[in-house]
Nanobody, 121 residues
């Protein structure tokens, strides 16, 4: 089985910074796209930032210029540096990875367990 383990959430004041990380483990041949999503209670999960295996990135308009996604392919880890945090960034953040486990298998989506980010005003 593939596991994505997140760390780094917490409570911060508005204007502050937090860093999230998500490490993949298990039998993995290749990881394609990785990303961070967030979800508030009763709302749909939305993409915050994504990164391809080659390092191309995309961001939600609401976080452009404030958040930076990066990855270390050797460590199978994706990071999210969040600066200038706002109360509206408060959510549960989930990491996602598109994983191929074997040379003969397809690509499946895996999710982390989620980590709470709370920004106080």
């Amino acid at each position: 089985q593939v596991q994505l383990v997140e760390s780094g959430g917490g409570l911060v004041q508005a204007g502050g910074s937090l860093s999230l990380s998500c490490a993949a483990s298990g039998i993995i041949l290749r990881i394609n796209d990785m990303g961070w999503y967030r979800q508030a209670p009763g709302k749909q999960r939305e993409l915050v930032a994504g990164i391809t295996s080659g390092g191309e990135t995309n961001y939600a308009d609401s976080v452009k210029g404030r958040f930076t996604i990066s990855r270390d392919n050797a460590k199978r880890t994706v990071y999210l540096q969040m600066n200038s945090l706002k109360p509206e960034d408060t959510d549960v953040y989930f990491c996602n990875a598109e994983v191929q486990r074997y040379y003969y298998s397809g690509i499946n989506n895996y999710w982390g367990q989620g980590t709470q980010v709370t920004v106080s005003s």
